[in-house]
Nanobody, 126 residues
Framework: QVRLEESGGGSVQAGGSLRISCTST???????MGWIRQTPMKEREAVAL???????IYSDSVKDRFTISIDNAKNTLFLQMNSLKPHDTGTYIC?????????????????????RGQGTQVTVSS
């Protein structure tokens, strides 16, 4: 059974930085992984995605501020968040799909076949 466990959330003032992590209990050579942000109003946005070919996609709202990366040896996904803003506040949910034809450019991390963690809370105060 695939489990994703996030860690590293917390509270920070605007302009600060945080790094969150997601460790998966599963490993496969072909994958898509990424982060969904759910706001207090329950709006969801895929903010950063990557796949096993090295394709990385960021939403416009986080481009040039957030960096997604992965340590394949540890099955761990990271999101480095810099220059945080109050509207970055939300629950950051890790998502993963293990499929030979998965591509970040066409993957929807809210798809029913995708695995998701419980999320880690990030709060940015002004």
């Amino acid at each position: 059974q695939v489990r994703l466990e996030e860690s590293g959330g917390g509270s920070v003032q605007a302009g600060g930085s945080l790094r969150i992590s997601c460790t998966s209990t599963y490993a496969y050579r072909n994958y898509c992984m990424g982060w969904i942000r759910q706001t207090p109003m329950k709006e969801r946005e895929a903010v950063a995605l990557l796949d096993s070919t090295g394709t990385i996609i960021y939403s416009d709202s986080v481009k040039d501020r957030f960096t997604i990366s992965i340590d394949n040896a540890k099955n761990t996904l990271f999101l480095q968040m810099n220059s945080l803003k109050p509207h970055d506040t939300g629950t950051y949910i890790c998502a993963a799909q293990y499929w030979d034809r998965c591509s970040a450019s066409s993957w929807s991390p809210d798809d029913r076949s995708t695995y998701r963690g419980q999320g880690t809370q990030v709060t940015v105060s002004s």
